[in-house]
Nanobody
Framework: VQLQASGGGLVQPGGSLRLSCAAS????????MGWYRRGPGKQRELVAI???????NYADSVKGRFTISRDNAKDTVYLQMNTLKPEDTAVYYC????????????WGQGTQVTVSS
């Protein structure tokens, strides 16, 4: 199983970025998929998660600014980030749970998001 994340970069406060994460290699597909982040000097935290059926959950700090979505046909999860703040600066990691026997969690390689003027 592989997760390939992309879309990070440098953006000014108030700007937007869209992260993508393409998952592959699971015979039975993927269940919940999500995004986590680790800011400088901080622990990793959940940003947003979406079930295969489309139910979503967000961290309070990003509600109303970030939107998670997925394309089940492509096994890809997206994170649209709007009105970015300097405190959103972090390495963002995608996560996916495989379906079927022996289901496991897998992580992408991380993509840097820097919000700075």
């Amino acid at each position: 199983v592989q997760l390939q994340a992309s879309g990070g970069g440098l953006v000014q406060p108030g700007g937007s970025l869209r992260l993508s994460c393409a998952a592959s290699g699971s015979i039975f597909g993927f269940g919940a998929m999500g995004w986590y982040r680790r800011g400088p000097g901080k622990q990793r935290e959940l940003v947003a998660i979406i079930t295969r059926g489309g139910r979503v959950n967000y961290a309070d700090s990003v509600k109303g600014r970030f939107t998670i979505s997925r394309d089940n046909a492509k096994d890809t999860v997206y994170l649209q980030m709007n009105t970015l703040k300097p405190e959103d600066t972090a390495v963002y990691y995608c996560n996916a749970q495989t379906l079927g026997p022996g289901a496991m969690d897998y992580w992408g390689q991380g993509t840097q998001v820097t919000v700075s003027s």
